[in-house]
């Protein structure tokens, strides 16, 4: 797999896709509300990505950028095929995937300099404070990210923190992050979590991660989730998310589809013995009424973007 995400016109998102699903994404752009896609890698860092523009019967312009402005670079291709080649070879890092096509710097006008928050110092510290809660919850990107850090402080006569300068801030802790994370090693929590919730979506219980804001909207939006052939359901919710990241563990919530206390706890110790296969610890006394903790945990979960 490559390690890419793919974002197209409409609306689609393919994380760490095949070669062949990323030619497949290539030779089909071109329609209305397809015309064109993005790619970055993973984990995203800011300014570096891949972009593809064709409208049917025309030309292909190509984009990559590797920073500043000063590297961003453009090409028209004739044919998807080189297309294809051009960006399997972005995604795989090679040496000479430039060569064969004549690249020239893209003018993307002037930058504007962008001004330091004006913030007091407990200000400051609880805007960060919360973008790192979420940063390390590993489910946001940096846009949502940025939306957060925008709009946290807003009150009804003050917004003390532009889009420009909540982007500042976000790709700085981004950054941060991403360094932190090249220090781990081997398979973390959070992937043997996901492990287990594959699993578990394998063996007809619909698993979702990071799922809604809240048990309330959880409970009531998780039956649309499965297929008819789900046998029940287990989740946690972004409040759990950011508690986990905390280092509170993490709260699963489960049930049965026919709403049966019999099947609930059915389900709960099929949870308990996926996420025990995945080498995780529970805390749950059977309780049909009860959560389960995955406890202890220690979340570190790697960025996407």
């Known amino acids: 797999m490559l390690e890419i995400v793919v974002k197209t016109e409409n609306g689609e998102r393919h994380v760490r896709v095949s070669a062949e699903e990323l030619a497949g994404l290539v030779r089909r752009v071109g329609g209305d509300g397809d015309r064109f896609l993005v790619i970055h890698r993973i984990p995203d860092v800011p300014d570096v990505f891949a972009q593809l523009w064709h409208e049917a019967g025309g030309g292909y312009a190509l984009e990559h950028r590797d920073g500043a402005a000063d590297r961003h670079f453009q090409v028209m291709v004739d044919g998807s095929e080189a297309v294809v080649e051009a960006l ?9 995937w430039r060569s064969g096509l004549v690249w020239s710097l893209l003018d993307t006008g002037p930058t504007s300099e962008v001004p330091p928050l004006d913030l007091d110092e407990d200000e400051r ?48 802790m981004w950054l941060e992050r991403v360094a932190e994370q090249t220090t781990w090693q081997g398979e973390t929590d959070p992937e043997r979590l996901t ?36 046998r029940g359901f287990v989740y946690f919710h972004s409040q759990n998310t950011d508690a986990a990241a905390s280092g509170h563990g993490l709260m699963l919530l489960y049930g049965g589809f026919d709403n049966s206390s019999e099947t609930t706890a059915a389900i709960g110790q099929e949870v308990v013995a996926a996420l025990e296969a995945a080498d995780l610890q529970t805390t749950w006394d059977c309780d049909p009424g009860q959560a389960i903790t995955v406890t202890p945990l220690e979340w570190r979960k790697r960025l996407v973007g």
């Open 88 to 96: 399997t070879g972005w995604a795989r890092q090679g040496s000479a």
């Open 195 to 230: 492990r287990a919730f594959a699993a578990l979506q394998e063996a007809g219980i619909t698993a979702r991660e990071n799922f809604t804001c809240c048990r309330s909207c959880g409970q009531s939006e998780i039956g649309d989730e499965g297929g008819t052939d789900a």
């Open 125 to 172: 510290k609880e805007l960060e404070r919360r973008v790192r809660e979420v940063l390390v919850g590993g489910y946001a990107d940096r846009a949502e990210l940025a939306e957060l850090a925008e709009e946290y402080l807003v009150t009804a006569d003050r917004r003390p923190v532009s889009r420009e300068q909540a982007e500042v801030l976000v790709d700085r």
